[in-house]
């Protein structure tokens, strides 16, 4: 995989930004090791936490956080309040693209052999807010028959199945 650009999936906030809550550590918990087995960075927005908190999380999820602390010795997570230019081209995670910015799972493998991408996955009920679907250059249906996902499935299936598609268009 050495000729693609990186993947950072990013988790955004929508639950509350003012309290350290389960949901957010659980959330981290589940994304670090897949992640990490689908060669991703992980990126957190606008949660209520410093790098001191996300040490601090006790999981039995991912070999008791493991992939977390591999993620972090690598460089491979950050704690954000803005999108970094060298997480590369926005892609907003939904089961409503709006037509003119959808950009299916095998055109986002392929723009990886160009650029690096981010992707955002909204925690909560309440999704991704208009400012970030707005702000992305792409919209992302992972399942392309617009069927909502619950947010642990989606933090699942986007890398893999990007990664299936890049191991099918390099040959590995």
Not at 54 to 62: A, R, S, Y
Not at 111 to 121: E, Q, S, W
Request: charged share 25%; aromatic share 8%.
């Amino acid at each position: 995989m050495k000729k693609l650009k990186r993947m950072t999936l990013i988790l955004y906030n929508s639950y509350d930004k003012t309290r350290w809550h389960e949901a957010h550590k659980r959330a981290i918990a589940r994304a670090a090791p897949i992640c990490y087995a689908f060669d991703c960075n992980l990126a957190i927005m606008e949660f209520p936490c410093k790098m001191e908190d996300i040490l601090n999380i006790k999981t039995t999820i991912g070999n008791s956080g493991e992939y977390l602390e591999k993620l972090i010795e690598k460089n491979r997570f950050f704690i954000v309040d803005k999108f970094l230019p060298q997480f590369g081209i926005p892609i907003a995670s939904t089961s409503k693209p709006d037509e003119k910015k959808a950009i299916t799972p095998l055109d986002t493998a392929y723009l990886l052999k160009k650029k690096p991408v981010g992707i955002y996955v909204g925690l909560g009920r309440n999704g991704l807010p208009k400012n970030i679907m707005e702000s992305c250059v792409y919209h992302l249906d992972i399942t392309e028959k617009r069927i909502s996902l619950e947010t642990c499935t989606a933090i699942g299936c986007i890398p893999a199945v990007i990664y299936c598609h890049i191991k099918r268009i390099c040959n590995i």
